[in-house]
Structures are given as C-alpha cells and as structure tokens.
C-alpha cells in the first residue's frame, strides 16, 4: 500500500515512520509512505498557505491554490482516494481501517488553520474523517493515527494477525484484559481461568470478560439483547 501525505509540516512524520509497527511495515514493503510540502506549492512570492476568511470570521482558511496544486501530481499518477483529516469528517472507527487497508494507495490531506477551503473539499476530497470529538491544530496526528491503524492490518505486518482479530472493536465489543508473568505478583493472582490449558474454557472466559468490560464502559457498541 501506498499512503501520499500532504501537510505543511512534513517533518512532523519522520520520528512517526522510523518507529515500532509503521516502520516495520515499510521495512517489510507493506506500505510506502511519501510526504509532500504544500508550502513548496504556493505560487506566491512569500509562499503564503493562509488567508483571512470571507465573511469576516476569526481564523485562517488554507487557501486552495497550494492545496489543488500539491494534489494535482498525484492525482494524474493515477485514481487514489483523497482524505481530508477535520472534526467535521465522519468518525474514524475500526471498520474503516480495516477497508482502507484493501486499497493499494491512499491520499492524506492535512489542514491547518481553522480548516481550508470549501471548494477544494468539494472538488478534490472523497472522505473526511475525524478521530474525535475535539480540536487539533493540525490533520497531522489525525493522519498518524490512521496510517498506523492501516498498517497493522497490513498482511505479513504483524507476526500473528489473530492478534489483531482479537483486538477491541472486532465482535462489537472492548477487548479481554491480558496477563503475562509472573503468575503472581503483590499477591495479584493471574485468572485461574487462563492456567488450566483448557482452551474451550479459556475461549469462554475472554468472551464473558470482554462482554463484561463493553457493558461497563462502552454499552453503546452493544446490540440491544447484549446490553
Ligand atoms: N484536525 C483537527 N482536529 C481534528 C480531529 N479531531 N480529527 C481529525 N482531524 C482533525
């Protein structure tokens, strides 16, 4: 898979794609991130990216200009669907992840500002996603975020992809607290459940944890009869 990331602050990506899941995705050439400045595209003398909004409201709008003419390469590279990262966009869930990573490349927008200009979303944009009910300065972690989600899913990235199904979110519910040795520690006793090798039982007893844990936290991802 291929991810073109537009963003005024490329460098924000570099800590991010040398680390952990991500970078191990690229090692492997699972996935190929490529960043873009879109100063580098404003037609400007100062390269100017920003400018007062119409109406007379508070803010900067990122201006169309740098915007189209930093997608427009890539677009003539070929289709891609364009994202663009902003509290207005549909809510990022796990489903979503987990279709992107069917597609073989991807383009990322980032804004800045109090968001960027209408047209450009209309003209250029196919999906706008949010990753929450708050206010970032920037699509950038927005956009971090989801190429992570993407590249776990990603075949051959992680070693045993039964992790990832087994993760929150997958049956509609949180996922079952884990435990690692030593079996005892500070008298906190691993579940006896999880030490009788018995797996049907083990299987049983992450499904009744996890129902256990949605029904607290999360009921709205529960089905009715569930809750
Ligand atoms: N940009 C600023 N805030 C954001 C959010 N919550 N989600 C996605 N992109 C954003």
Redesign the pocket.
């Known amino acids: 898979m291929k991810i073109e990331v537009l963003s005024l602050f490329p460098e924000f990506f570099s800590s991010f794609l040398s680390q952990s899941i991500v970078a191990r995705a690229i090692s492997k050439q699972a996935l190929e991130v490529q960043t873009f400045d879109i100063r580098a595209y404003a037609n400007n003398k100062h390269h100017q990216v920003d400018d007062y909004p119409y109406g007379g409201f508070a803010g900067m709008v990122g201006m169309i200009q740098p915007l189209w003419d930093a997608l427009l390469p890539r677009i003539l590279e070929g289709n891609a669907p364009v994202i663009y990262?902003?509290?207005q966009?549909r809510p990022?869930k796990q489903k979503m992840l987990c279709d992107y990573a069917q597609e073989s490349r991807v383009i990322l927008i980032?804004?800045h500002y109090k968001e960027i200009d209408q047209r450009f979303r209309r003209l250029a944009v196919s999906d706008e996603?949010?990753?929450?009910?708050?206010?970032?300065?920037?699509?950038e972690?927005?956009a971090q975020v989801f190429i992570d989600g993407v590249a776990r899913l990603l075949p051959g990235v992680l070693s045993d992809i039964n992790s990832a199904q087994t993760d929150s979110f997958y049956s509609s519910s949180l996922g079952f607290p884990c435990y690692t040795r030593p079996s005892e520690f500070l008298g906190q006793q691993v579940p006896d459940s999880l030490l009788n090798g018995n797996h049907a039982k083990i299987a049983e007893w992450a499904q009744a944890e996890a129902r256990l844990l949605t029904r607290v936290r999360r009921p709205d991802l529960l089905s009715d009869k569930d809750r």
């Not at 996603?129 to 699509?139: E, K």
């Open positions: 990262f902003s509290p966009g990022l980032c804004g996603i949010s990753i929450g009910d708050y206010v970032l300065s920037g699509g972690l927005a």
